[in-house]
């Protein structure tokens, strides 16, 4: 105990000093003094009870937050799950709450016992496996955030006063627990009007926690987006919060199109596997810069299925950073069928490489419609199709649209050629109609890159480099990948294993969502797991192997 004490003191030296010649953010109010049994911030790090750097690593567990039923948490997990965290290797539980677990909305600012009984047994479970508690408030008074539908506690005050007084209640109640670790204010944040906004509720919230508790950390995350507005600002959308012991949280699933392929309620298709490195990832914005406007146009009136060769066009300008099939249905008054596209690739001297994108049109999934007027429909048709019953439509189209796929875009040599051929029908096309197969050219301000390591990297580069520039630990508090992505070779384990090894490395404290569910979980049935017959026990292994 006397080491320890020694430890302690010897940090919190370290943190006046550091405070008192630093300007981040975090560490612009008086520091705090943690007692010696409490893991606390110092800098960049997490400090632990040793008075050494802490690494977190560790898991969700979701107690059904997204039920309405107040006490549907009890059945989420039992002790035996606290067990198999630690086999796994892992010291840490981001603990999700729903708010109607501690205050009905009839009877506001009344908790409910069942709540705090509930916490007290998990805090017994993870004392004696070893795992620490991050409290994570999944949903607040106004709504879950993530699916955009939480705006009510932006625009109701009284949502706000309910949350701050909340968590000034879970503060006080466990203020002397050194087993919670921290305090995770609102997961996934949507602010209505900016991230100032988020900010203020943020620093609301630390400021009502500070007066009844001084010890634990507090996990402030990023705003998922503003809404209605999808661009980061210069600090990734992280809150100014001021407080000496916090931590910055993000999120990331990135690639979205990879780690949440054919999960029903993301409505996506097949998103291939990992690494692949003919599959394009952006890590910025891309906008329109040119196209192959010159390609054959569909005849006015009717016509029957035809094949259509697009100009052979040569790639000599350096803006041009990907590149990804049209379907151009401009004016058409009538309809315009689209079947079977391919894109071709040629060397310097027009030889023929490869085939870059060959498709059979018979989904709409990943085609994004475009009008200029908001005008025009398009559809898939089932009954008319080139070599079989389906095809892609335009039709009563007054101005310019077109459908494009951007999941199918890819990366231009330069002074090579590219050519986008396939075939098209027309029904009773008007005049002045503008409908042909086109190849599209964007440029980007920021890296284009593939689907590999080196794409992971990147991503989790930009957020390290602003932690260490705010003197600030960061936590990865969720990524994951849907069960989808470790069936039929398309890579869950080695995108797990490197997103893993990547954290490691930059010393990005992580968890990984979720312990058990349907969607993402590591036991694919929700509720306890008593008997371990739903599992991915090669994930479970993977974990194993890398944390212990």
């Known amino acids: 105990m006397l080491i320890r004490t ?27 003094i943690v007692p010696p049994n409490f893991v606390h911030t110092l800098g960049t790090d997490i400090i632990g ?16 937050v997204w039920s309405n039923n107040a006490t549907s948490y009890i059945n989420d997990h039992s002790e035996i799950d606290f067990e198999r965290i630690h086999q796994m290797g892992m010291n840490t539980v981001r603990f999700y709450l729903n708010y109607r677990f501690f205050e009905s909305d009839n009877r506001p600012y009344q908790y409910l016992q069942s709540g705090w009984d509930w916490l007290d047994k998990n805090i017994k479970w993870a004392k004696k496996h070893q795992i620490y508690i991050v409290l994570n408030m999944h949903v607040p008074q106004g709504g879950f955030q993530s699916q955009g ?29 050194p087993q ?71 999120h990331s699933y990135a690639p979205f199109l990879y780690t949440h392929q054919l999960l029903d309620f993301a409505n996506l298709g097949d998103g291939g596997s990992y690494p692949d490195t003919n599959i394009v990832q952006l890590t910025g914005l891309a906008n329109w810069y040119t196209a192959t406007i010159n390609n054959p146009i569909i ?42 596209i391919d894109i071709k690739e040629y060397d310097e001297n027009r030889q023929f490489v490869r085939t870059v994108i060959s498709m059979n049109l018979n989904t709409l999934t990943n085609w994004h419609f475009w009008s200029v007027n908001g005008q025009g429909l398009f559809s898939l048709s089932n009954q008319s199709g ?20 951007q999941s199918a875009m890819f990366i231009p040599k330069q002074n090579y050629y590219y050519q986008i051929n396939g075939w098209m029908k027309g029904d009773n096309i008007a005049q002045n109609a503008y409908g042909q197969l086109r ?74 969502h979720i312990y058990n569910g349907g969607y993402f979980g590591i036991y694919t049935l929700d509720g306890p797991q008593q008997i371990p017959t739903y599992i991915n026990q090669p994930l479970v292994d993977l974990f194993k192997n890398l944390l212990k």
């Open 6 to 32: 020694v430890k302690y003191l010897i940090n919190f030296l370290i943190i006046l000093l550091i405070s008192s010649c630093h300007t981040s953010t975090k560490l612009m109010t008086d520091p705090i």
């Open 49 to 64: 009870v040793d008075g050494a750097p802490l690494y977190l690593k560790g898991v969700g567990l979701g107690n059904y």
């Open 149 to 177: 539908n939480g705006d009510a506690l932006w625009l109701n005050l009284e949502n706000q006063n309910r949350l701050i007084a909340l968590w000034k209640a879970i503060a006080l109640h466990y203020a002397n627990e």
């Open 180 to 250: 919670i670790i921290g305090f995770a204010l609102v997961n996934e944040p949507i602010p209505t009007e900016s991230v100032a906004q988020w900010a203020q509720l943020a620093q609301q919230i630390t400021d009502a926690i500070r007066q009844v508790d001084q010890h634990h950390i507090i996990f402030v995350e990023r705003a998922l987006y503003v809404k209605g507005n999808y661009l980061e600002d210069e600090n990734f959308n992280f809150p100014n919060v001021s407080d000496p012991n916090l931590v910055y949280e993000f």
């Open 299 to 340: 005849p006015t009136g009717n016509s029957e299925w035809h094949y259509y060769e697009g100009v052979k066009y040569h790639i000599t300008d350096s803006n041009i950073s990907i590149a990804y099939p049209a379907l151009v249905g401009a004016r058409t008054q009538g309809s315009i069928y689209f079947d079977d």
């Open 386 to 405: 080139h070599s079989d019953n389906s095809s892609l439509l335009i039709s009563t189209a007054t101005g310019d649209c077109n459908l494009s796929n």
């Open 439 to 512: 190849l599209d050219f964007n440029n980007s301000n920021s890296p284009v890159m593939v689907r590999d390591k080196k794409y992971l990297n990147y991503i989790l580069t930009q957020i390290e480099q602003w932690a260490i520039s705010k003197q600030t630990p960061i936590y990865l508090g969720e990524f994951g990948v849907g069960l989808p992505c470790f069936e039929n070779n398309k890579g869950g384990l080695a995108f797990v294993r490197d997103m893993l090894t990547l954290s490691k490395q930059k010393h990005i404290h992580f968890n990984y």
